[in-house]
């Protein structure tokens, strides 16, 4: 349970704030993920980050911004959010992305997250 | 790019029943079949996983059956518990080079005691 953490778990902003989003991952992995997770919706692939370098940006609006300053730590900072951003945002992590067999990922528990 | 069908959207069984769900994919070139559990309020977490050089793979109560030519799999949970309700998720992924997961909109699994 403690191998992939997220801060904070819920967290409310209007929308001309600017809040973070915090991931951090004990398990010696090389690649980490962030997901969007909507009410009847699957999960979305926002960002994909290999070996510190960002490797995937699924057409996310710039209002999100990630950010991977080591292998162990990735960061997502919100600014000017909207109402439709309101969801559950998970951070995911893998040994390494890209290479075959290693793909398994291992989700943090989210940070809920409104947006008034 | 991939697709990822998932049926049913919401299943309940009783206690001691089988249970199957079911995913298709559009991509032949996926290779790597996830499938994760959701309890309320938690992170999802893998169970089991398929790659596409075997048709069945079992953990205990858990199976997943994979067929390459038809583009689809399958969870099989038999001897239902009541811990066994949440919400599950499939996944495709080509894995190699491509390692995106792409996943389907999960199934609400109600075990009645």
């Known amino acids: 349970e403690t191998g992939v953490t997220q801060t904070p778990r819920h967290l409310v902003m209007g929308m001309t704030n600017k809040k973070s989003l915090k991931c951090e991952q004990h398990?010696?992995?090389?690649?980490m993920y962030w997901y969007k997770q909507s009410a009847k919706k699957p999960l979305e692939l926002m960002f994909v980050?290999?070996?510190?370098?960002?490797?995937e940006n699924n057409s996310v609006p710039s209002r999100f911004s990630p950010e991977c300053p080591n292998s162990s730590h990735l960061f997502l900072h919100l600014h000017t959010l909207q109402p439709e951003d309101s969801a559950l945002y998970l951070c995911?992590?893998?040994?390494?992305?890209?290479?075959?067999?290693?793909?398994?990922?291992?989700f943090g528990p989210g940070t809920r997250l409104t947006v008034l | 790019g991939e697709n990822v069908e998932q049926h049913p959207s919401t299943l309940s069984v009783q206690e001691g029943d089988s249970a199957v769900i079911k995913c298709t994919y559009s991509d032949s070139a996926s290779n790597y079949f996830p499938w994760y559990k959701q309890e309320l309020g938690k992170r999802p977490q893998l169970i089991i996983d398929i790659r596409s050089n075997v048709g069945e793979k079992k953990d205990q109560r858990i199976a997943v059956t994979l067929n390459k030519t038809a583009k689809h799999f399958s969870l099989h949970i038999t001897e239902t518990q009541p811990e066994d309700s949440a919400v599950y998720f499939c996944?495709?992924?080509?894995?190699?080079?491509?390692?995106?997961?792409?996943f389907g909109k999960g199934t609400l699994l109600t075990v009645n005691p």
């Open positions: 995911a992590s893998s040994p390494e992305s890209g290479r075959k067999g290693t793909d398994t990922q291992y």
């Open positions: 398990l010696g992995h090389n690649a």
């Open positions: 996944a495709a992924s080509r894995g190699g080079s491509n390692y995106k997961l792409t």
């Open positions: 980050y290999n070996f510190k370098e960002q490797t």
